[in-house]
Each structure stands twice: as C-alpha cells, then as structure tokens.
Nanobody
Framework: QVQLVESGGGSVQSGGSLRLSCAAS????????MAWFRQAPGKEREGVAF???????SYADSVKGRFTISRDNAKNTLYLQMNSLKPEDTAMYYC???????????????????WGRGTQVTVSS
C-alpha cells in the first residue's frame, strides 16, 4: 500500500521560508515521478513543482525562482523548499506520485494516482 505523508507546513509572514517534506512508503520510489500540488479555498488544484526519476525538475511560473523541489532516494523523501513566500502561496500543499520513469518536464503531463493528505501553508502579509 502506497503511503505519502507530508509535513513542514505552518504559518509565516510574507517573505519568509518553509520546507515541506513528504515521506514515501510502499512504493518503488526511484521509479516514480513526484510532485507538489496546492489548492487554495475556492480555487482549482495546481501543480507547483515536479521532479523526474533523473532528478530534473519543472516548476509552475508562479513559483519559479522561489521554490525548489528535491528528492532523497535513499530516504524515500521528497522536499519542497519555499522561499520569498507571498500571501498568494497560501494553500493546502499535497505530495503526489505516479509510476513513471521520465524526466521532470514530462512528469507535468502525467495523471497522479498516489496522494498524501496535505499540509497547510499560510502566508500573512
């Protein structure tokens, strides 16, 4: 059984930083595209950052240059370093995975079928 468990969310002021983590179990981790999605109240879920099995990455334009996705295959853990946070980054953040052995940009095209329960990020102005 696949399990993805997020942690690291919280409340910060505009301009602050947070680091999200996602611990994966029950999956062949290194063979999966991994991603962070977010959903704010009343808005559609959006893909924020993607990382392929080769470590290459892809980002939404809204977070490019501020967020960094990374993975530690030995620890089966995904990370999202978020810097220069803005109030519009406020959302529930979800970790997701799909069995696909492709690069980061191609991970954006996949339909993700494994999801965590999310961790809340709140940025105040």
């Amino acid at each position: 059984q696949v399990q993805l468990v997020e942690s690291g969310g919280g409340s910060v002021q505009s301009g602050g930083s947070l680091r999200l983590s996602c611990a994966a179990s029950g999956v062949t981790y290194i063979r999966r595209c991994m991603a962070w999605f977010r959903q704010a109240p009343g808005k559609e879920r959006e893909g924020v950052a993607f990382i392929g099995t080769d470590g290459s990455t892809s980002y939404a334009d809204s977070v490019k240059g501020r967020f960094t996705i990374s993975r530690d295959n030995a620890k089966n853990t995904l990370y999202l370093q978020m810097n220069s946070l803005k109030p519009e980054d406020t959302a529930m953040y979800y970790c997701a995975a799909v069995l696909a052995y492709v690069s980061g940009p191609y991970c954006r095209t996949k339909s993700y079928n494994n999801w965590g329960r999310g961790t809340q990020v709140t940025v105040s102005s």
